[in-house]
């Protein structure tokens, strides 16, 4: 069964440096999406991306996020200058059209901040 | 989107159905239910979806009452492996993000 892969399954990063996350949605999905999930906490919406474009996006994605599908197969999160508040998992997720199908994620990437 | 009540936790023995319940007095007339799960840290893993009938597939079964304001998710065979939060959203038909709450803990017990 086609699923959404996550890369690297951890990534530890020094406060102030760039990370970026990457991740391959499922083949032929046109919706991707972006969440985190600080420990202990909710999942959390960060940014839709949809023709190459942002769709929505929520108060937590500021301006040092930043997001971009590249090729034809990846799409990416930057964290320009990584904070200690950044430490969270990183879920992609996609869905294959507009509608009510469901979202699809990936295992995430575990981010640690130092 | 319709905002979701569930229980903070519920047991289950293995090889008896659970069935998780969920409030949506709020649902409107174009909002899905979805449900995921979530092992440990993992992703979130999507279950099941419906508008208004009741839906199976080879995962769970999903019971949405007539008013739509409740449904309920059954596993019909728990084993140790459905240990997880379950999480209950609605989300309009062709909205974007999913909201998530605290989910329902089920831990299921040999």
């Known amino acids: 069964e086609p699923e959404v892969t996550q890369t690297p399954s951890h990534q530890v990063t020094q406060m102030g440096q760039e990370v970026i996350l990457r991740c391959v949605p499922i083949?032929?999905?046109?919706?991707f999406y972006w969440y985190r999930q600080i420990l202990g906490q909710k999942v959390e919406f960060l940014v839709s991306f949809y023709n190459n474009e942002i769709s929505e996006k929520s108060e937590i994605f500021d301006d040092q996020f930043s997001v971009e599908r590249p090729d034809g197969s990846n799409f990416t999160l930057k964290i320009r200058s990584t904070k200690l508040e950044d430490s969270a998992m990183y879920f992609c997720?996609?869905?294959?059209?507009?509608?009510?199908?469901?979202?699809?994620f990936g295992d995430g990437t575990r981010l640690s901040i130092l | 989107d319709a905002k979701t009540t569930q229980p903070p936790s519920m047991d289950c023995a293995e090889g008896r159905a659970a069935n998780l319940p969920c409030n949506h007095s709020?649902?409107?007339?174009?909002?899905?239910v979805y449900w995921y799960r979530q092992i440990h840290s993992q992703g979130p893993q999507y279950i099941i979806h419906g508008l208004k009938n009741n839906e199976t597939n080879e995962m769970a079964s999903l019971i949405i009452t007539e008013d739509r304001k409740s449904s309920t998710l059954i596993l019909p065979h728990a084993t140790l492996r459905d240990t997880a939060v379950y999480y209950c959203?609605?989300?309009?038909?062709?909205?974007?993000?999913?909201?998530f709450g605290a989910g329902t803990i089920l831990r299921v017990k040999s």
């Open positions: 709020t649902i409107s007339g174009n909002e899905y």
């Open positions: 959203i609605v989300r309009v038909y062709g909205g974007n993000k999913l909201v």
């Open positions: 997720a996609s869905k294959p059209g507009w509608g009510g199908q469901p979202q699809h």
């Open positions: 083949s032929n999905h046109l919706y």
